[in-house]
């Protein structure tokens, strides 16, 4: 009894807060005409047919699952491969799968680190970057975002005892503003610190190859450890961490995530090896993308939206009150658009917001009636935006 006294609680706090979260059923279809501006798929590869065959035909070649964890047998040819086409993308000696974005996070930190080392970490961070920290019981430390002076600071104050890693998403998901990476290069060569980079939101889309903020600008030696996803930009689902011998070698022996779970299917691996050969031979869609941003944020300074400064395909628009972001979200799902809803704990609180997302799959007349649909919200709220 005091279980179900405690949890019915607990979701009680939850209903009474506003920060009720629910799922939507959703069944897009190929082809279909695309209003999601709430999705990660930045290039329009999510759905596109060429992926999906991809992945039937490694379903057929190679079987629907791994069957065990990549130690064990589950290490196939198509995981291979991919390995091999990750690290030439981003100019590393070697890549390594894992099966989640949060699991890559996780079990690198989980590796490298433990009691004696320091880890300094922007304050918007993603939540697995900050959870990974706190699983090796390393000492943490949050530098204010994008203060490159802060850090240096405190990474001025840890120069005696252990180990220094500094870890920052190159850009931040519910800001879309991007890492200052030279800068943050440059303090971890000054105080002898290892960088982290996870270039989840930059791969696939930013860079002059879609080899994201790190890449090949960047080598091995600058940013020992980046982290990318193959479910945003790349359409498919997965990650990598890549860098040299040193640092994939122990994450093999030493990353639980990875040593522990049973490796993706091998038609995934196939649909993300086709998604590589698209994002090389298809640059026009990185270009398509540039000009819907640049394009919806002209529009929207014309009509007085007030958009966080974002460079990226991530356009956040502040909204404070969380009730005002279900209100704009619902109204906005009523008129057929999907965006995503972001309130308080992934942001802080007062600064609940919809979090516009654009993609090269998008029509100029669907970003045009978006906008058009926000600005008639906005003239019809009551209260000032914060």
Partial sequence: MAWRQRLSSRLARQREAGLWRERLTMTPAPGSRVRDFASNDYLGLARDPRLAEAQSQGARR?????????????????????????ADLTGRPRALLFSTGYMANFGTLQALCDRQTHIFQDRLNHASLLDGAQLAGARSRRFHHRDLADLDRLLGRAEEGGPRLVVSDAVFS?????ADIDGLATACARHDAWLMIDDAHGIGVLGENGDGCVGRRFDAEQVPILVGTLGKALGTAGAFVAGDDLLIDTLIQFARPYIYTTAQPPGMAMATLRALDILETEPERRRRLQAHLDHFRTRAAELKLPLLPSPTPIQPLLLGDSARVMRWSLALREAGFMVGAIRPPTVPQGQGRLRITLSSGHRREDIDELLERLAELLTADPEPLP
């Fill in 174 to 178: 519910m800001d879309g503003d991007m």
């Fill in 62 to 86: 190679f079987g629907s699952g791994a069957g065990a964890s990549h130690l064990v047998n589950g290490h196939l040819l198509p995981h291979q491969l991919l390995e091999e086409r990750l």
